[in-house]
């Protein structure tokens, strides 16, 4: 009674056909492609934020200079350095000088421009 069972059981199973295993082929195929396509575009992503960090920090290390140097002192200007161009303009106010600081550096595909804002208290 028991080996009648299993015996037929294994008689009605089919194999996968032909057209079943190309179906799974090509649905494998698509979804590994759309993970390499989505891998490129995640590395590129990454590679731009770096680059606007790099960037910004570059910025940021500018401004404490101006901030350090003496408040008389502290003037209009530019320079590049580490391939970013760095341009501020000092602002006099009542009680403090404010600071835009405008850079411009090169991505993979594009040139950006961000701007950062600081103000300096005469000591």
Partial sequence: MFGFG????????????????MMA????TVASLSL???SVRVGTTMSAVQGRISAMEVA???LEQLHSTDYAAIANGSKVEDGVQ????????DVS?????????DLPRSTRQDTLIAAVRAR
């Fill in 97 to 105: 000088k404010r600071i835009l600081m405008v850079y411009r550096y």
């Fill in 6 to 21: 299993k015996e037929s059981r294994l008689r009605d199973e089919t194999g996968a056909g032909l057209t079943e295993v």
């Fill in 86 to 93: 760095l341009t501020w303009t000092v602002t006099e106010g």
């Fill in 25 to 28: 082929i090509v649905i494998l």
């Fill in 60 to 62: 940021e290390r500018q």
């Fill in 36 to 38: 390499a396509g989505t």
